[in-house]
């Protein structure tokens, strides 16, 4: 059973970087895609990005500026740095495995595997 | 961008069905349209309840099903439990290679 193990420092002052690592044990790493979603205290979900285990990346818009995620094949790994953050990164980030299908010709994917989530607080 | 719109709050007793619906914003289609959903208790993190629009993971109870009806996708949840109690996320193909949740809904058993 595939599990998702998640640290990284968890206090920053502002205009640090944020950097956070995933592990996946129990299950293959290639052939998927790996992400990055926040979660602001008491507001919803926000997909910050996602890497193919070959190094391709897709960035959320809003945040593509200041994040880059990596991936470290060797150690079934991936890895999110967030630069120059502020009190509104302040969240729980969550890493999560990307399951995949076709329906009809197209590609769908969905987060089937979570991290349990790391809280990062920014302050001064 | 395509965004996901939700209801902020639903409602519902012991046994009856409810059904939370996830309107976008635009009229793509593709892969626009296979929503999944998320069920998120207080202080856990998320999991996947719904895939491809209706589709249910190994083990999950068929309580829980997923359907689309143009713009909308609805994740309907018969014979409410109290455990049932919880944040319900959609989230879709957004373009550009990109993924969107939408705001989520507050499901409270009565």
């Known amino acids: 059973q595939v599990?998702?193990?998640q640290w990284g420092a968890g206090l920053l002052k502002p205009s640090e970087t944020l950097s956070l690592t995933c592990a996946v044990y129990g299950g293959s790493f290639s052939g998927y895609y790996w992400s990055w979603i926040r979660q602001p205290p008491g507001k919803g979900l926000e997909w910050i990005g996602e890497i193919y285990h070959s190094g391709s990346t897709n960035y959320n818009p809003s945040?593509?500026?200041r994040v880059t995620i990596s991936v470290d094949t060797s150690k079934n790994q991936f890895s999110l740095k967030?630069?120059?953050v502020t009190a509104?990164?302040?969240?729980v980030y969550y890493c999560a495995r990307m399951g995949s299908g076709i329906h009809?010709?197209?590609y769908y994917y969905y987060m089937d595997v979570w991290g349990k989530g790391t809280t990062v607080t920014v302050s001064s | 961008q395509s965004a996901l719109t939700q209801p902020a709050s639903v409602s519902g007793s012991p046994g009856q069905s409810i059904t939370i619906s996830c309107t976008r914003t635009s009229s793509d289609v593709g892969s626009y349209n296979l929503v999944s959903w998320y069920q998120q208790h207080p202080g856990k993190a998320p999991k996947l309840i719904i895939y491809e629009g209706s589709k249910r993971p190994s083990g999950l109870s068929n309580r829980f099903s997923g359907s689309k009806s143009g713009n909308t996708a609805s994740l309907t949840i018969?014979?409410?439990q109290a455990e049932d109690e919880s944040d319900y996320y959609c989230c879709s193909y957004a373009g550009s290679s990109t993924r969107v949740f939408g705001g989520g809904t507050k499901l409270t058993v009565l």
Request: proline share 0%.
């Open chain 1, 3 to 5: 599990q998702l193990q």
């Open chain 1, 63 to 65: 945040l593509k500026s």
């Open chain 1, 82 to 84: 967030l630069s120059s």
């Open chain 1, 88 to 91: 509104a990164d302040t969240a």
């Open chain 1, 104 to 106: 009809q010709g197209y």
């Open chain 2, 78 to 80: 018969s014979g409410l």
